[in-house]
């Protein structure tokens, strides 16, 4: 029988080493991590721990990605329709303001306990400053969209109305008028239906580092998360770079709206 770990969390931008998997860094293009020691031992089962009895076998110390292109295309059709009508606003200073709130058990957003910092206790900011960015981002080369969501950041939920003549074949859409999601708990509902079904055992690829393996990603369209338990003796050592973007995310056209609204 394999040793189990549970899961981290599956993001991007983020450095919460709880999550299983890392958001999408907006200032990241590109990043590298090369594997100057990897851990030598059996593999491990990671469990994704939240009712579905999940699991995925996984080599000590992996790196798994996702893809965000899997991601929005494993979903039905009204979640899809959301995905690429909406936008996500981020709390402020998020690191700060979600420093008391717990991981749920797959990493993917936070436990709905209320024990994120209110904003008269956050460092001074500008809500001007305030981030907001669209759930799907475009790939400049490609043309497809990548689902890429940091759901423990998240804090408001902005949707586009239907596009014209989109609601006749989309009759179970969500929120076919647009609006603001803004209470705490939909909003995380809502996140997790968009990205849980990307993060499936199927659909994630755990690489298998060696010493001196180089692996490079596309930090706007895979997400990633180190997963797995070391004992004292294991040692896993690696070099990263990120190559930093010099514009933000682009988010869908008005066509790729009519093609999945």
């Not at 008391?100 to 994120?116: F, Q, V």
Request: charged letters at 15%; hydrophobic letters at 40%; glycine letters at 8%.
């Amino acid at each position: 029988m394999l040793p189990s770990a549970r899961c981290g969390g599956f993001s991007g931008p983020a450095r919460l080493t709880s999550l299983p998997f890392r958001p999408p860094a907006v200032s990241t293009q590109v990043t590298s991590l090369y594997a100057v020691a990897a851990p030598a031992g059996p593999p491990q089962v990671c469990r994704y721990d939240d009712g579905t009895g999940d699991e995925l076998a996984v080599p000590l110390g992996t790196t798994a990605f996702v893809s965000g292109t899997t991601m929005l295309d494993a979903l039905p059709p009204a979640l899809r329709s959301l995905a690429v009508r909406s936008s996500v606003r981020y709390a402020p200073h998020p690191y700060v303001w979600m420093a008391r709130a717990h991981a749920l058990p797959t990493g993917l957003g936070l436990e709905d306990e209320g024990l994120e910092v209110p904003p008269e206790e956050l460092p001074p900011w500008d809500p001007r400053d305030q981030q907001t960015l669209p759930v799907c981002w475009r790939n400049p080369v490609t043309g497809r969209l990548h689902l890429q969501v940091h759901p423990c950041a998240i804090q408001a939920l902005v949707v586009e109305p239907l596009p014209p003549g989109a609601a006749s074949r989309t009759t179970d859409a969500l929120y076919p008028d647009g609006g603001e999601v803004t209470d705490l708990a939909e909003v995380r509902r809502l996140v997790y239906a968009l990205q849980r079904p990307g993060i499936a055992p199927g659909l994630v690829y755990p690489h298998a580092w060696s010493d001196g393996d180089l692996v490079l990603f596309h930090n706007r369209g895979v997400l990633h998360s180190v997963v797995g338990a070391f004992r004292p003796d294991q040692v896993r050592k690696f070099h990263q770079c990120n190559l930093a973007a010099s514009d933000l995310p682009a988010g869908p056209t008005p066509e790729d709206i009519a093609t999945y609204a």
